[in-house]
């Protein structure tokens, strides 16, 4: 059975930050395009950023750009996401999904592209 589960979440001064984990289990990730999303109350899911699954390329929201970084250990089966100089605004819970196929060859920013999903892990960031 296919798991992922977010940890690393958290109450954050504005400009401070964190690292969020997303520790895969029930197949080989390091196959797979992953993603981060996030999604604050009252608004749709939105995309933060991709990584491919070699790790050889990512995309990222313009609203994280320069801020936000993710990376992969294939090893570990663990998808990372470094967040710096967090913003009131990127309060949300953020969530870490899987792609359904092996080697996609384009990153996915909607969330109905990814098959996989964890339970999330809230962020709060305090102004």
């Known amino acids: 059975q296919v798991q992922l589960v977010e940890s690393g979440g958290g109450l954050v001064q504005a400009g401070g930050s964190l690292r969020l984990s997303c520790a895969a289990s029930?197949?080989?990730?390091?196959?797979?395009?992953m993603g981060w999303f996030r999604q604050a109350p009252g608004k749709e899911r939105e995309f933060v950023v991709a990584?491919?699954?070699?790790?050889?390329?990512?995309y990222y929201a313009d609203s994280v750009k320069g801020r936000f970084t993710i990376s992969k250990d294939n090893a570990q089966n663990t998808v990372y996401l470094q967040m710096n100089s967090l913003k009131p605004e990127d309060t949300a819970v953020y969530y870490c999904?899987?792609?359904?196929?092996?080697?996609?060859?384009?990153?996915?920013?909607?969330?109905?592209?990814?098959?996989?999903w964890g339970q999330g892990t809230q962020v709060t960031v305090s102004s």
């Open positions: 990584i491919k699954w070699s790790g050889s390329s990512t």
């Open positions: 029930g197949r080989t990730f390091s196959y797979y395009n």
């Open positions: 999904a899987a792609e359904l196929s092996k080697y996609g060859l384009v990153l996915r920013v909607k969330p109905d592209e990814y098959a996989y």
